[in-house]
């Protein structure tokens, strides 16, 4: 258990920004997230899934996100999605945003069979608009995900996933833009759902000074 638990914290430190982000300004977040997993039979699911981030020290609510999304079974290892997502973003001093994203996603697995050590890819591709704002964004999500048993049916999560614009608009930059690595649990309570605790690091790349934000992240997962 200790061996796995060093390999996920050595691999994550191993993906975190440069040393850079000494400079960074740095926030304090809560954030919490419900999914759920729908088989709607065949080859094809329903993917649910709405988030509330609480920043400035976790002391507001500054961004909501609700995030649905219909998904084909390619195979029993790769899903194919098609969604949309609605984001409300409320920072302290800007006004407030409403996003509006349509998205297309592979998620699959690489390594492993879901029981041992599984390293498992989800590629999305967004098209981001802002209600009175110009332009579309166009931005691409790579996240890989490394999962290992520590104890019964606990397992240990680690993972990284980089944000890059594929264009400029006035309110996305080219280039990397975010950066998330989480490290933690999954936790089963029963057949149905699986709760995933942990620290969530956000590197935020900025025209100015850059911000890192420290997250205690809550998930809680649902297969139907």
């Not at 430190?13 to 999914?35: F, H, K, M, S, V």
């Not at 509330?52 to 195979?75: K, N, W």
């Not at 397992?155 to 490290?183: C, S």
């Given at each position: 258990?200790?061996?796995?638990?060093?390999?996920?914290?050595?691999?994550?430190a191993?993906?975190?920004?440069?040393?850079?982000?000494?400079?960074?300004?740095?926030?304090?977040?809560?954030?919490?997230?419900?999914?759920?997993?729908?088989?709607?039979?065949?080859?094809?699911?329903?993917?649910?899934e709405?988030?509330?981030r609480?920043?400035?020290?976790?002391?507001?609510?500054?961004?909501?996100?609700?995030?649905?999304?219909?998904?084909?079974?390619?195979?029993?290892?790769?899903?194919a999605?098609?969604?949309?997502?609605?984001?409300?973003?409320?920072?302290?001093?800007?006004?407030?945003?409403?996003?509006?994203?349509?998205?297309?996603?592979?998620?699959?697995?690489?390594?492993?069979?879901?029981?041992?050590?599984?390293?498992t890819?989800?590629?999305?591709?967004?098209?981001?608009?802002?209600?009175?704002?110009?332009?579309?964004?166009?931005?691409?999500?790579?996240?890989?995900?490394?999962?290992?048993?520590?104890?019964?049916?606990?397992?240990?999560?680690?993972?990284?996933?980089?944000?890059v614009?594929?264009?400029?608009?006035?309110?996305?930059?080219?280039?990397?833009?975010?950066?998330?690595?989480?490290a933690?649990?999954?936790?089963?309570?029963?057949?149905?759902?699986?709760?995933?605790?942990?620290?969530?690091?956000?590197?935020?790349?900025?025209?100015?000074?850059?911000r890192?934000?420290?997250?205690?992240?809550?998930?809680?997962?649902?297969s139907?």
């Amino acid at each position: 258990m200790f061996r796995t638990a060093t390999a996920l914290a050595s691999a994550l430190a191993l993906l975190l920004p440069p040393a850079a982000a000494l400079a960074a300004e740095e926030d304090a977040n809560i954030w919490l997230a419900q999914t759920a997993t729908v088989d709607l039979g065949g080859s094809i699911v329903l993917w649910l899934e709405a988030q509330e981030r609480f920043t400035d020290d976790a002391s507001r609510l500054g961004q909501l996100l609700v995030r649905p999304a219909i998904g084909y079974r390619i195979d029993p290892t790769t899903t194919a999605y098609l969604g949309y997502a609605y984001v409300m973003t409320d920072p302290t001093g800007p006004v407030r945003t409403h996003e509006h994203r349509i998205f297309q996603q592979l998620s699959f697995r690489l390594l492993g069979d879901g029981k041992g050590v599984t390293l498992t890819g989800r590629t999305r591709l967004e098209q981001r608009r802002l209600e009175g704002r110009d332009g579309t964004g166009w931005r691409m999500r790579q996240q890989l995900r490394l999962s290992a048993p520590l104890s019964g049916k606990v397992r240990a999560i680690a993972w990284t996933e980089p944000f890059v614009g594929l264009n400029e608009t006035t309110f996305q930059r080219g280039g990397l833009g975010l950066w998330r690595n989480f490290a933690g649990v999954a936790i089963p309570a029963g057949k149905t759902f699986t709760i995933e605790p942990g620290y969530l690091n956000q590197y935020v790349v900025r025209t100015g000074r850059d911000r890192i934000d420290h997250t205690a992240s809550l998930t809680l997962n649902a297969s139907f």
